[in-house]
């Protein structure tokens, strides 16, 4: 029996416009009225998880920067939060900021950007001065390298697994895009992880959980989760780990024609 749904945002339930569809919407708030626990984990921070599903009236919980963090979806209460020390950020930050495009360092409310151009948005603060970078972000949730040549990914995660042990630093892509970087997380922190440590707190089993992703960052929950689901469009090593792949893509409806077909008829 389902009692948790996990869904990720980028190319899951976010279609190809950024945009949680009314009808995604109105079925998973139907679920929550029933019980249903929803969960949102995405790479994003809250405030921007907060802002591009219209302030997640459909969900529970908020799992964000890939696993460093669970808020109270409504509360904006922090259940669990990791964070990233100072003094390894700068350390990043100055080894290799030339080799980046940008770097983001992200809090629950902010995207501190280390980049030429300096400008500040609804959530982004950009700047080419990393010690303002440093002591302005507070609670360092999590980072992101994107780099200028793209071929040096594997080879600049291989020397940063190697210095920061303290660390879970790992390569990312969604399903969209043929781009890849780097994101770095606190010791041990990923979506599963966040997953299993919020089921454990509800005290539901894992296999009395349901999983939805399409990039790499949705790997290990798609493979560990009781029930991990792969988009139409997930990168194919998701779709390979998955228990089971939806029939329609995120801008579509995907995971909400899947979930009708399983839960109504069920």
């Not at 679920?31 to 969960?39: A, C, D, F, R, S």
């Not at 454990?200 to 991990?228: P, R, V």
């Amino acid at each position: 029996m389902i009692k948790m749904i996990v869904l990720d945002l980028d190319g899951t339930i976010l279609d190809s416009n950024s945009k949680v569809s009314d009808n995604t919407k109105r079925y998973l708030n139907k679920l929550k009225e029933k019980g249903y626990i929803i969960v949102i984990a995405t790479g994003r921070n809250f405030a921007s998880a907060f802002q591009v599903t219209n302030k997640a009236i459909f969900a529970n919980y908020i799992i964000s920067d890939t696993g460093s963090c669970i808020y109270n979806a409504q509360t904006a209460e922090a259940l669990f939060l990791n964070t990233i020390a100072r003094n390894d950020a700068l350390k990043i930050l100055n080894s290799y900021n030339d080799e980046c495009e940008y770097i983001d360092v992200c809090d629950k409310n902010w995207y501190y950007k280390y980049c030429d151009y300096i400008y500040k948005s609804d959530l982004t603060i950009a700047t080419n001065k990393v010690d303002d970078i440093v002591s302005n972000c507070q609670n360092i949730s999590h980072m992101s390298l994107s780099f200028k040549d793209y071929k040096k990914v594997n080879e600049i995660y291989q020397n940063l697994s190697n210095e920061f042990k303290n660390l879970n630093i790992i390569i990312m892509q969604d399903s969209f895009s043929e781009k890849k970087w780097i994101e770095i997380l606190p010791f041990e922190c990923s979506k599963y992880n966040a997953i299993k440590k919020l089921a454990d707190y509800l005290k539901i089993a894992n296999e009395e959980i349901i999983c939805f992703g399409d990039g790499l960052n949705d790997l290990e929950m798609s493979k560990k989760c009781g029930i991990g689901i792969a988009l139409k469009n997930a990168l194919p090593e998701v779709k390979e780990n998955a228990k089971d792949v939806t029939a329609y893509d995120n801008d579509n409806d995907g995971v909400i024609k899947y979930l009708q077909k399983l839960i109504d008829n069920d």
